[in-house]
């Protein structure tokens, strides 16, 4: 009976860290519940929960936390924010978005797949392994965090004019339909 006991509490305390985050200052933490805390991207609004492959978690060293839908919003935060230094950058692993170190994540620049409000995608892996294995079905290049973000800021004006453009057609269609 004792062992059952002991057994069922074992499942229990390791199907907690399956489905909890890592332990933090103020104990478990569920593994989204930056999503619940920031559900949309302070600069363009997008849903952090839908975009949860490339969404960024951006904690700052005087303790303020802010959640984005990618590497380009949190590029825009961090450059609007020069005086504060960031104390984590947290990212979606593309493929379980769970949260990940951005600093030791494998990143993709470019390939065929579009990226979150950038022409050129930043695409984060836990692994090397997964990070090739997306290279090979989609292309783009491995790189590491500096390179990533480095290629966000040199990204910026480009990506700024793509999303003018599409918000400009989607406007003009709004007006086109509100007045039939």
Known sequence: MRRTVLMAMTVVFLSGLFFFGPLGESGMVWAQDDIGKHPECPYCGMDRNKFA???????????????????RCAAVDLANNIDAAPASIQVGDYNTKALIDAE???????????????????????TKTDAEAFIVANGGELADF?????????????DNRMIREKRKMMRMKMQKKNKS
């Open 53 to 71: 492959h490339s969404r960024v978690l951006l904690t700052y060293d005087d303790g303020v936390e802010m959640g984005f839908c990618s590497l």
């Open 104 to 126: 030791r994540a494998f990143w993709v620049i470019g390939g065929n797949k579009m990226g979150v409000m950038s022409k050129r995608a930043k695409w984060a892996f836990a």
């Open 146 to 158: 500096e390179t990533a973000i480095k290629a966000a800021y040199t990204d910026l004006y480009e």
